[in-house]
């Protein structure tokens, strides 16, 4: 990030799931929002203004946004390492093909660690085995109190 004047930053999403009411908060520091699927659909989390990277002062810091999770709901937190990385064509998995895989896949009703096995083969067949960033993901499913 030569352009915004330094070389060392850090983004972060933190988020805090409150186990018992079911209500998250998060605030963005240069990362997508975490994405929300309840009832094998997406539901957008409400937009909320991001905050620089860490380590990079631009301005104000982010706000905190919140929302209530429903028995069920399960969130995907990811880095930009599973939706930007480029693949031997020069094509990124994008975040597109990952929130559509995310979402087909938990139609289908399979549990979280096949889903998530299944998503780690496709980003890997998709790069032709060797990733170029780190590659994190999440899953979250709130079961209610």
Same mark, same amino acid.
């Given at each position: 990030?030569?352009?915004?004047?330094?070389?060392?930053?850090? @983004?972060? +999403?933190?988020?805090? %799931?409150?186990?018992?009411?079911?209500? +998250?908060?998060?605030? /963005?520091?240069?990362?997508?929002?975490?994405?929300?699927?309840?009832?094998?659909?997406?539901?957008? &989390?409400?937009?909320?203004?991001?905050? /620089?990277?860490?380590?990079?002062?631009?301005?104000?810091?982010?706000?905190?946004?919140? !929302?209530?999770?429903?028995?069920? =709901?399960?969130?995907? &937190? #990811?880095?930009?390492?599973? @939706?930007?990385?480029?693949?031997? $064509?020069?094509?990124?998995? $994008? %975040?597109?093909? #990952?929130?559509?895989?995310?979402?087909?896949? =938990?139609?289908?009703?399979?549990?979280?660690?096949?889903? %998530?096995?299944?998503?780690?083969? /496709?980003?890997? =067949?998709?790069? $032709?085995?060797?990733?170029?960033?780190?590659? @994190?993901? +999440? #899953?979250? !499913?709130?079961?209610?109190?």
């Amino acid at each position: 990030m030569e352009h915004l004047g330094t070389t060392r930053y850090v @983004t972060a +999403l933190i988020a805090d %799931l409150n186990l018992r009411t079911g209500r +998250l908060k998060w605030v /963005s520091h240069g990362r997508h929002p975490p994405v929300r699927i309840r009832d094998g659909r997406l539901v957008d &989390l409400p937009v909320c203004q991001p905050g /620089s990277p860490l380590g990079v002062d631009l301005g104000p810091g982010a706000t905190v946004s919140e !929302e209530q999770l429903h028995p069920g =709901d399960r969130l995907v &937190l #990811f880095t930009y390492g599973i @939706t930007e990385t480029h693949g031997p $064509g020069g094509d990124e998995f $994008g %975040l597109d093909r #990952f929130v559509n895989f995310i979402v087909r896949h =938990d139609a289908e009703g399979l549990p979280v660690p096949e889903a %998530l096995r299944r998503l780690i083969h /496709s980003i890997l =067949d998709y790069h $032709g085995g060797a990733l170029q960033d780190d590659a @994190t993901v +999440l #899953f979250v !499913e709130w079961h209610g109190p």
